[in-house]
C-alpha cells in the first residue's frame, strides 16, 4: 500500500510539474514594444527575446511605431492587450503618456515591464522595471568620460532623443547635477541641449547646428545610439575630430568605424542582448509562478547568473557601464 501510494505522489508530483512547465512554455507571449523602428540598437534587445523564448518555449513578437513620439506607443500596447498576451514589455516613450492604457493591460492580467528605461515617477503603472544598469550612475559616467578626454575644461553640449524619453532626462538631470555641484567639473560648462528625437537625419541636422552657433564647442554628450552616430559622422564629414570630443550611448557594430579613424576615442554602453534575454526569464518565471515578483527575491539566468529583484521592483542587469575603446572594441558584437 506504501509503494501504491508513493507511486501515486509521485505521478501527482510530476504531473504537477508537468503543467507548470507546460503553463511557462506553452502559454506565455510576451510582447515587445521599444521606442521606434529603424534604431539597430532594440534589434540586440530582441534578439535576446528571441534566444530566451527559444530556450523556455513561450513566443516572442516585436510591434514598434515608426516614431518615438510620447503617445505613439498607445496603439500598439492597446492592441496588444485585446489580443490578451501575457506579457507587454515595453521601452517607454514616456514617464506618464501611457499610464491609462498600462492600467488597462495589468487590469486584464497581462504582467507590465518596462525595459531599458521606466517610467520615472509613476512606477506603479508597471510590474518591474529591468534597466541596463543603475541609471543613476549613467549620467556622472558619461561626464566622466568626456571630462577626462577634454581636460575638464571647456564648453560642451548634450545631443538627447526626445524631450519627453524618461531615461534619457534622467541621465540628463544627473548630468546637470555632477556638473554644478562636483568641483572637479567647475570649468566644464554646459551650453545647451539639442533634441534629436532618435531619428537620424533630426539628429544630424541637430548637431550640424551645435557646431555652427558654437565655434567654442569643445565637446558633446549624446547618450543614445541614434544620436551618437549621426554626431560622429557629422563631425567627420566637417573634419572637426581635433576640436570636438564626442562621446555617448552607442554599440560596438555602430561605432567602430569611427573609433578606428579616431573621430571618438570612447563610448559607454551595456548589452541590449541580455536585457532581453533577462526580461524573458523574468516574465516567464513570474507567469508560471516560479519567480515571486518581490523586493530581495534572486532567480537564475543562464549566462547572467544571480539577479536579484530591487527596491520598486528595479532589476538592473549589469552592475557598471563598459567602456569601448580602440584597445577593446573588436571583442565585442552588437
Known sequence: MFKRLTQLGLSLGLAVAGAAVAHAADKVSIVYIPKNTGNPYFDSLEKGFQDGCAKLGCTFDAQ?????????????????????????????NSPDALNQVLDRARERGILVLAVNG?????????DAGILPVDFTKTGPGQVELLGSEIGYKGDIAILSATTDAPDQNTWIAAMKDVLAHNPKYAKMKLLTIAYGDDDPQKSTTEMEALIQKYP??????????VGVAAAAQVIETAGKAKQITLTGLGTPNQMRPFIKDGTVHAIQLWSPYNEGLLTAYFAVGVKSGAIKNSPGTTFEVPGLGTVTIGPDHIINTQAELTTFDESNIDKYNF
Do not use: M, W, Y
Request: aromatic share 2%.
Open 118 to 126: 521606466d517610467l520615472v515617477g509613476n512606477l506603479q503603472h508597471r
Open 64 to 92: 514598434a511605431p515608426a516614431t518615438a513620439d510620447a503617445t505613439s506607443q498607445i496603439p500598439f500596447i492597446t492592441a496588444q492587450t485585446q489580443r490578451g498576451v501575457s506579457v507587454i514589455a515595453i521601452s517607454p
Open 216 to 225: 567654442t564647442l569643445k565637446g558633446v554628450i549624446s547618450p543614445t545610439t
